[in-house]
């Protein structure tokens, strides 16, 4: 046991110890200074989305791995992966195959074992993946219908190569790199300080707070209150799904569900 | 589980059907099945339960906000929203309230139940372990008790130095560990003293994988002081009836040996009037002869040497006697101290058993130029004349008796060895209390048992000492040792009285 056999040092590790701070201000300044260009109409508008998605997801995706202790290489390596998907989905829909890239190299490093504890590459059991196939199931079902009733927003059968594009984008950068950071890393690392209902909340309260300043989310009332609802329920579960399986995988099966019924949803 | 998402959905189908909006009658049905949830499964059932019944008529509520603004129908949904969370969450933490105070009164009971019976310290500490590790719903846990100076572990080998349980066993404090080490799934510790008297008198530690809430860790405190008074009492009973065991037998063996000394006692009167009465009849008779016939020089001379011999042995029993006195009441013999040449002493009397009876070889072995002891020649004499007494008195006619002297560093020995049956050794220790005799010796010589004890008590006021060396079947040696005074006593006796 434990608490009689080994000694009890005190804790030294801070919270966010490990985190990648040369990659986060590489990333930070060089979005900034796309963005200054793009203002400036020195470069196009896509090239500041290149970049804002990179920064973005590349931080998010960095950060966890790094305090996974995956290595420099394979924040490198995942930041230029999520550049290259975001720059090649801007040439068509089909460019964005590319963000398969980032969730291979996610997927190798995990069956090497480098990423345990991210909680993936890990043995995980049936129960919690159809657990969060369910909650991703209930939670679309649930927005589909809401969304239906509602004037504002319908459901998009149209352009179905931009809704598997957009599926293709949550697939490699938003949920993986949400899932990777506010769950395996941060709501991780907390519950390891303190009890889970701070932890989750510390860890949904980011997660709903990174879509929020999310320029890319429509800024109408409905669509934030909508996002926070859902967003902050699907962050709860998430952690709870973490904490019961120590497995990122249901998590990312409620998220990715979750967000390909949002892909579907448009503005009439 | 299963009535509670039917109920869930019944409502939201009637609600849908009716078509009353948010501000339907039966929205209020919610109620049930998110109580029910609540107490059920406490507060994650009754918010998830709150949690499904919002998302189910969400989508009647939200909708008609989204359509007209926040009309009182819209407000009246929204209210019903916030009160069934409320009543969710809130009558599932009564209910888990409720549950925790009844485990724990559950395991109070437990801990008094296991304590009840009487048990070895490491025995009431295991079943302890395993009636709270049924209970308290934990991965590991462990019970650590002091018992003087070792300590009592159940759930484990040995306290490690610096462990969690140490440093709680040596500041008297909780302490909590929220990770004890890098798995993935976080595995908590905590570990509360069993206090007794303001002191930690033990540990009680569990680890879970998972959370240990506050409320629990509260619970445990409580636990542990329980659990450090109930293991108190139960050390001061099975002290006090260890005490209780040890009186008793020390109040048995006191009056075992009041009555044997009892039992010595009648003993010695019996005997002592029959060794003064021989002595005495001998007198009695042979002074009558004397007064009342008319007999030869020879025949009054002879009768006169048994008389002279008789009256010594009178004498000395008195004198033994009177010393015995003399060390019940906690005085030492009377001496008066000259210095003694050894070797006449010793010769003169031998001399008197030799003249007295030869059913002995006794044979003497002093070294030359033995130094002069400073003594009380009177009491030397008695020493010897005891010493060499017993020695024909047990061992066989016939059979040599050894007496013999010899200078030992600033002392002289004197030793006085028979060949007959020895002294077992079980009772060698007890041969100079007054009264003792051997048992099997009793049958063979008669003997008041209070010979040694006076040689004892006459060297030791000598500054000396006695020991016996026996072997069964071989034989008995005594050793006397007398101190020789620093600076040789001149030939011209100097006479002291000591004592």
């Known amino acids: 046991m434990w608490a009689l056999d080994r000694p009890c040092v005190p804790r030294a590790e801070r919270l966010c110890a490990d985190t990648p701070l040369a990659l986060l201000a590489v990333l930070g300044v060089g979005a900034g200074v796309v963005a200054g260009l793009v203002e400036l109409g020195v470069l196009p508008v896509h090239a500041g989305r290149v970049a804002g998605v990179t920064a973005a997801h590349g931080a998010l995706l960095a950060t966890a791995l790094a305090w996974s202790r995956a290595g420099v290489i394979a924040c490198g390596v995942a930041v230029a992966l999520i550049g290259l998907a975001a720059g090649a989905s801007q040439l068509g829909p089909v460019g964005a195959l590319a963000y398969l890239g980032p969730g291979l190299w996610v997927g190798l490093l995990a069956t090497r074992g480098r990423l345990t504890r991210l909680g993936l590459g890990t043995p995980v059991r049936p129960w919690p993946i159809a657990a969060g196939v369910l909650v991703g199931g209930a939670l679309s079902c649930h927005l589909l219908v809401s969304a239906s009733r509602t004037l504002g927003v319908h459901v998009r059968v149209d352009h179905a190569a931009d809704v598997l594009a957009a599926f293709a984008y949550d697939l490699g950068a938003n949920v993986l790199a949400g899932e990777s950071f506010f769950r395996g890393a941060l709501f991780s690392r907390a519950e390891r300080r303190w009890p889970f209902a701070a932890a989750a909340t510390l860890a949904t309260s980011a997660y709903v707070l990174r879509y929020l300043v999310d320029p890319l989310l429509p800024k109408s009332v409905e669509l934030m209150v909508g996002a926070v609802f859902y967003l902050a329920l699907l962050g709860a579960i998430n952690c709870w799904l973490f904490a019961w399986s120590r497995s990122l995988v249901p998590g990312l099966a409620s998220a990715a569900i979750f967000f390909a019924a949002y892909r579907t949803l448009g503005v009439r | ?499």
């Not at chain 2, 049924?134 to 009592?152: M, S």
């Not at chain 2, 619970?219 to 050390?235: D, F, K, S």
């Not at chain 2, 009849?281 to 007999?295: K, P, V």
């Open chain 2, 1 to 499: 589980m299963s009535f509670i998402a039917a109920a869930l959905v019944a409502v939201t189908a009637a609600i849908a059907v009716e078509d009353g909006g948010s501000a339907s009658l039966l929205r209020h049905a919610y109620l049930v099945p998110v109580v029910a949830a609540a107490l059920r499964f406490g507060a994650l059932g009754g918010g998830l339960a709150a949690a499904a019944a919002i998302l189910l008529s969400a989508p009647i509520v939200l909708p008609e906000i989204e359509r007209s603004g926040l009309t009182s129908e819209a407000v009246e949904g929204l209210v019903t929203f916030a009160l069934l969370g409320l009543v969710g969450v809130l009558s599932g933490v009564l209910r888990g309230k409720i549950g925790r105070h009844r485990r724990r009164y559950e395991t109070l009971v437990t801990i008094q139940r296991t304590l009840a019976d009487e048990a070895p310290l490491d025995l009431a500490l295991a079943r302890l372990r395993a009636a709270l590790a049924d209970r308290l719903r934990v991965h590991a846990i462990a019970l650590v008790a002091r018992d003087d100076e070792r300590l009592v572990v159940a759930g484990g080998d040995r306290v490690a130095e610096g462990s969690l349980v140490a440093r709680v066993l040596a500041r008297g404090a909780p302490a909590f560990v929220s990770a004890t080490g890098e798995d993935v799934q976080p595995c908590r510790a905590f570990a509360v003293p069993l206090l007794s008297r303001g002191r930690a008198m033990g540990v009680l530690a569990v680890e879970r994988r998972g959370d240990i809430s506050v409320a629990e860790r509260a619970a445990l405190e409580a636990i542990g002081a329980h659990v450090g008074l109930a293991l108190e009492n139960a050390r001061l009973v099975s002290r006090q009836r260890r005490f209780t065991a040890e009186l008793e037998e020390r109040v048995a063996a006191a009056r075992r040996e009041l009555e044997e000394l009892d039992r010595a006692k009648s003993a010695f009167v019996a005997i002592a009037s029959h060794e003064l009465r021989t002595p005495l009849t001998a007198l009695q008779g042979f002074s009558e002869i004397l007064a009342l016939r008319r007999l030869p020089a020879e025949e009054v001379t002879r009768i006169a040497e048994v008389m002279r011999r008789e009256a010594r042995r009178l004498g000395r029993i008195v004198s033994d006697l009177l010393d015995l006195s003399r060390i019940e009441r906690g005085l030492e013999p009377a001496l008066c101290r000259v210095p003694v040449k050894l070797e006449p002493t010793i010769e003169a009397t031998v001399d008197l058993f030799r003249q007295g009876a030869a059913t002995h070889l006794i044979t003497t072995e002093c070294e030359p130029s033995l130094p002069v002891v400073d003594a009380d020649p009177d009491a030397l004499e008695r020493v010897l004349t005891n010493l060499i007494s017993n020695a024909i008195k047990y061992s066989p006619t016939g059979s040599a008796v050894r007496v013999g002297a010899r200078a030992l560093g600033g002392a002289v020995a004197i030793e006085v060895a028979d060949a007959g049956r020895g002294i077992p050794a079980e009772v060698v220790h007890r041969i100079f209390e007054p009264y003792y005799r051997v048992p099997d010796a009793a049958g063979m010589a008669r003997g008041t048992g209070i010979g040694l004890a006076v040689v004892k008590a006459l060297v030791e006021a000598h500054g000396g000492t006695v020991r016996v060396d026996s072997t069964p079947a071989i034989g008995t040696r005594v050793t006397v040792v007398l101190p020789v005074p620093a600076g040789a006593f001149l030939d011209t006796p100097r006479r002291s009285r000591v004592g």
